[in-house]
């Protein structure tokens, strides 16, 4: 088997190499154009006709469009601005005619012939019959065409045909280089549907809703808390935090406790890497809290983002409530549920916890017990901590010392060449001793003013005015006004300040695209420009494409120097964004934006009635509910003052109204699944005899619009099936979902996740009725489709990216042998297995171990590592006695290397005991079995878990070598280990009585098997009554049913960084 870990594989592709791009991450698709003035006419069209229509196309996707271009007067004095843009872009394009101005050479030479990326590029070459273009212009077109793969489009004709042609051009690259949306197309079949394509949630979790935005704010946090290459004497902490994870269980959350800016973040993050590389077999999950009040601190999102990464990594498809009320209180028997699943340990990291709206009232699970492979740590301000939490054990960030100060500010400086005098550093060694003065943030913004003035400046002057700053708001609110100076005209001044105020009273921040429409007068040069002064002096960050603040001092600072009217001009700006959002809506852009802004803006302002206006503008609900912000959609009707059955009223009449306007099939189909939402949603809220008639509409419409075969009818019998699963009218349930099985094996084929969904539900509805044969049935042939799914897909948001990273990655290991190189090597050939693409995977795993055998020796054990990758291959393609070779080299490397209890040689050691019993050695494969029962013993301990779970594996073997009698002593040491650990009505206990019961009664003891049987039943009763999980068998003396788990188990997966 594979790893599917799939963060781990992110996490270890990002490590890589430095050259990682913000564009690769970014949901925003980044247009750079180079024009001379010949080529203007060409720009001017594209950018009137056609930005918007390409705007329009990602917007579908979920993604911004944003065109960045430098008219040629702009072109000297903002060089540092123009090559941030060109490496923060999707795509450059560059337009020729006749002749190239030499200030343009610099901008065609960095985009065009150093692309370390391979990002896209396009060059449009206007021709004239009668005239020849420059040798200059020649030169850079031969020179292009030799080192890179730019598209070229060669144009006779008029300048409109030739934005035209630019315009076609550009479309095919971002929908087929950039978004990847062509893979998706291929692989929805239903292709009379946009929005199929736009739901992955669904494929993956069931009925769960998941939003991709929210995801991927969390990856860029995780990715910018982690950019500092300074270590400031963490290494303490470090140690700390390891203590943490290896201290014996129940174990309270670990505070990490300092001032604001103190470094929290930064070591968390720094922390999160290290666990990833250096601990395979724990599972990381993280949350890092933005500003209070932004999508990011709302409790239920963030519980409900935490049990789905679980239930990503315990392959667990089950039903998940939205309420917000029960996701909290059912967090902590989910977490229970989905540890005792999981090989190893689980890390739970918040980040800023105190910044979460009501963080003690919604946090409570904090306050339980822990399950025994669980640890979590939270992060917060000492101001803020909530009293109850300072019991906890607290890891506290001291100031920083004189050591530290002088290597970061020095480290802001030599990346600018700034050399400091003795007598300077002198002065800021002093000056950085109070509490608010020798934090991380505060000291990291020193030094980048000072690099800022540079050698040019007066660096005197610049300190004595930084001296007058004695917290980093003050200091914050020195580097606005140096930036404002810096200004030309008093329209940029002014520009600058509406761009930061809109961003502060936003939700969630504010996009490029979405500023340039909100101020027309903003051309794309200026906001480029301020942007880099805002980002470069830690200002503003990005967060999913929009605009926000890096750091809530910088907010604040805002506030301060801005806001000081207070509520009043707080009010206009937040009526600026009103205004334009409800534009939005009026014009039918109902994007994710609108919905995440116009709502929450409308309860910010108090304005009841108009928020109530905007919920029933049911594209708005849609949008918010299919993206799981069922919470948020709750609280604006409570603020409303509408209980759950009056607001169900409200949405069926504005239903029935919109349905008088709706004519042709698009618009039938579209009303369908409006429908269909206010069903589910009103399914979840429990309001089930409601749910039933929109429900009931939905498949009507698409009965008749589309066809009663329809893809989308199958999606309507699944979801009404759901409700009478509820209402417990089972044999109804059972009917509704299997048409809509064989709707969705005759539209995808047998293997599509929409099956295993439907073999899921099926699955789920008879082990309620206690058939419990033939929901174990179909789990297993779904979990198989899902598997092969989810090679397919790679991850729920960033594959086609991801796949775009692999090429890049191709280009730099070229040539040059590295241990670095090996490892990347190691990383594609994980990637391209991802993708299922098994050769380019043993291509590229083989270079990888041929690489590492030439750079390190063969007896390295990242030698082994290789060897044990290419062997994991092997035994996928079945090609057995190869794998068995590399798995023997891989473990004979690994005993001499490797300290008896490390991780890596429990992988090796397990995965060629599987090969042996799965090849028929089974007196080869005992001795490893009972080497992996001695690892887990030392790792730790005799009584944990870990070594129960390699008890029943070898006791497993025993029963296969018809050995009951070796067997009998090994499960029954196991079940005490389970019963002390978990408590006696634990899963793992259960299948564990179950075991033994299938011994005695093959040893001829029925009395004992009877009653073993029962309290195994009884276990089994009380579990699903818990949550409606399924458990998986673990033992039958025909031979070994641990392979399901085995499949699930993270620990038998191809290994991914140095370990």
Not at 214 to 239: H, I, P, R, V, W
Not at 341 to 350: M, N
């Amino acid at each position: 088997m594979f790893d599917y870990d799939w963060d781990a594989a992110v996490a270890s592709l990002l490590q890589v190499t430095p050259l990682f791009s913000h564009s690769l991450w970014s949901n925003t698709v980044r247009c750079f154009i180079i024009s001379t003035d010949e080529t203007q006419p060409e720009v001017d069209i594209f950018v009137r006709n056609y930005s918007p229509k390409l705007q329009g196309i990602c917007e579908t996707m979920g993604y911004f469009f944003q065109v960045v271009h430098f008219s040629a007067e702009n072109e000297r004095p903002l060089k540092d601005v123009r090559k941030w843009e060109i490496e923060k872009s999707s795509l450059v394009i560059l337009l020729l005619h006749l002749t190239l101005p030499s200030c343009l050479l610099e901008d065609c030479e960095e985009a065009f012939l150093r692309n370390p990326e391979e990002k896209p590029r396009l060059i449009y070459h206007r021709k004239e019959d009668d005239r020849v273009s420059s040798v200059s212009v020649q030169q850079l077109i031969e020179q292009i065409s030799y080192v890179n793969k730019a598209k070229m489009i060669d144009h006779i004709g008029s300048v409109e045909e030739g934005a035209y042609e630019i315009y076609n051009c550009v479309e095919k690259i971002i929908k087929q280089d950039i978004l990847g949306c062509e893979m998706i197309e291929l692989e929805g079949k239903d292709l009379g549907s946009k929005e199929e394509s736009t739901v992955p949630e669904e494929e993956v979790f069931g009925d769960v809703l998941w939003d991709a935005h929210d995801e991927q704010e969390q990856m860029e946090a995780f990715q910018q808390a982690s950019n500092s290459t300074c270590e400031l004497g963490f290494e303490k902490y470090f140690e700390r935090l390891n203590d943490l994870v290896a201290a014996p269980a129940p174990i309270p959350p670990l505070l990490v406790s300092g001032g604001p800016g103190s470094g929290k973040s930064l070591l968390l993050s720094k922390w999160i890497q290290l666990q990833q590389k250096h601990s395979p077999n724990t599972l990381i999950l993280y949350h890092f809290v933005g500003r209070p009040m932004s999508t990011s601190s709302e409790s239920a999102l963030i519980i409900k983002r935490l049990t789905l990464k679980l239930m990503q990594h315990s392959w667990l498809v089950s039903p998940l409530t939205l309420d917000p009320a029960k996701l909290l209180e059912e967090f902590p028997r989910w977490l229970e549920k989905l540890s005792a699943r999981h090989q190893g340990s689980i890390i739970i990291i918040i980040d800023s916890i105190d910044q979460i709206q009501q963080a003690e009232k919604h946090m409570k699970w904090l306050i339980d017990p822990l399950p025994v492979n669980v640890r979590v740590i939270v992060s917060v301000n000492v101001e803020t901590c909530p009293q109850a939490w300072r019991l906890w054990p607290t890891l506290h960030l001291d100031p920083l010392n004189s050591k530290d100060v002088q290597s970061l500010i020095n480290a802001e400086c030599n990346s600018a060449n700034v050399k400091l005098t003795k007598e300077q550093e002198k002065k800021l060694e002093r000056h950085c001793r109070s509490a608010t003065t020798c934090n991380a943030l505060y000291v990291t913004l020193l030094g980048k003013t000072i690099a800022c003035v540079g050698n040019t400046g007066n660096i005197d002057k610049t300190l004595q005015q930084c001296f007058q700053c004695q917290d980093t708001v003050s200091l914050y609110r020195l580097v606005l006004r140096s930036i404002q100076e810096s200004l030309q005209s008093d329209k940029e001044k002014g520009l600058l300040r509406e761009m930061l105020c809109v961003i502060g009273v936003s939700h969630n921040g504010v996009s490029e695209s979405e500023l340039m429409e909100l101020y027309p007068e903003l051309s794309s040069a200026v906001l480029a420009s301020l942007v880099h002064s805002l980002h470069k002096m830690c200002l503003l960050t990005y967060g999913c494409g929009l605009l926000k603040f890096q750091h809530l001092q910088a907010w604040e600072m805002v506030r301060l120097e801005y806001m000081e009217e207070g509520e009043s001009i707080i009010s206009a700006y937040r009526q600026r964004l009103v205004e334009y959002f409800t534009m939005q809506l009026s014009r039918d852009r109902v994007t994710w934006r609108s919905a995440d802004e116009l709502p929450w803006l409308f309860q910010q302002q108090g304005d009841k009635q108009k928020l109530h206006k905007c919920l029933l503008n049911l594209f708005v609900s849609q949008n918010l509910y299919k993206r799981g912000h069922f919470a948020e959609l709750l609280s604006y009707w409570q603020l409303v003052g509408k209980d759950k059955s009056s607001m169900a009223a409200e949405y069926f009449d504005s239903l029935k109204e919109y349905e008088k306007s709706c004519e042709g099939e698009e618009s039938m189909v579209c009303l369908a699944d409006l429908y269909e939402t206010l069903g589910r949603f009103l399914k979840d809220l429990g309001l089930l005899s409601q749910a039933v008639a929109p429900l009931q509409r939905s498949l009507e419409i698409r009965e008749t619009a589309l066809d009663p075969d329809h893809p989308r009818v199958a999606q309507s019998l699944h979801q009404l099936a759901g409700v009478y699963v509820q209402w417990k009218k089972f044999g109804n349930a059972e009917q509704l979902y299997k048409q809509a099985l064989e709707i969705s094996e005759n539209a995808y084929g047998a293997e599509h996740p929409r099956v295993a969904r439907e073999l899921d539900a099926l699955a789920t509805l008879y082990q309620k009725q206690n058939k419990y044969e033939q929901a174990e049935q179909l789990r297993k042939k779904s979990f198989k489709i899902r598997q092969k799914a989810a090679r397919r897909k790679g991850s729920l948001c960033g594959f086609a990216l991801l796949r775009q990273r692999a090429l890049q990655l191709e280009e730099l290991t070229l040539g040059k042998d590295t241990p670095d190189n090996a490892r990347t090597l190691n990383e594609l050939g994980v990637l391209y297995y991802l993708q299922n693409n098994l050769e380019t995977a043993e291509l590229f795993l083989k270079r990888s171990l041929e690489m590492r055998e030439r750079v390190l020796g063969p007896d390295h054990p990242d030698c082994a590592q290789s060897l044990n990758n290419l062997a994991a291959l092997y035994n996928e393609k079945k090609h057995y006695d190869k794998a068995e070779e590399l798995y023997e080299k891989a473990l004979d490397i690994r005993r001499r290397a490797l300290a008896p209890d490390h991780p890596s040689l429990a992988y090796t050691v397990k995965h060629l005991a599987v090969l042996y019993k799965k090849m028929g050695k089974l007196d080869k494969a005992v001795p490893l079995y009972e080497l992996a029962v001695e690892i887990r013993q030392k790792s730790f301990g005799p009584k944990h878990p870990s070594v129960a779970t390699a008890l029943v594996n070898l006791a497993v073997l025993y029963c296969q070598m018809k050995k009951q009698i070796e067997a009998l002593p090994l499960y029954e040491r196991a079940l005490k280990i389970y019963e002390d650990s978990f408590g006696h009505m634990h899963p793992r206990v259960g299948e564990t009585l179950k075991n033994l019961a299938v011994l005695s009664y093959e040893g001829g003891d029925f009395e004992k098997a009877a009653e073993l049987y029962k309290r195994a039943m009884e276990i089994k009763e009380a579990e699903t009554l818990l949550i409606g999980g399924k458990t998986t068998s673990r033992h039958s003396s025909s031979g070994d049913t641990f392979s399901l788990k085995s499949a699930l188990s993270p620990n038998i997966f191809l290994e991914h960084g140095q370990r």
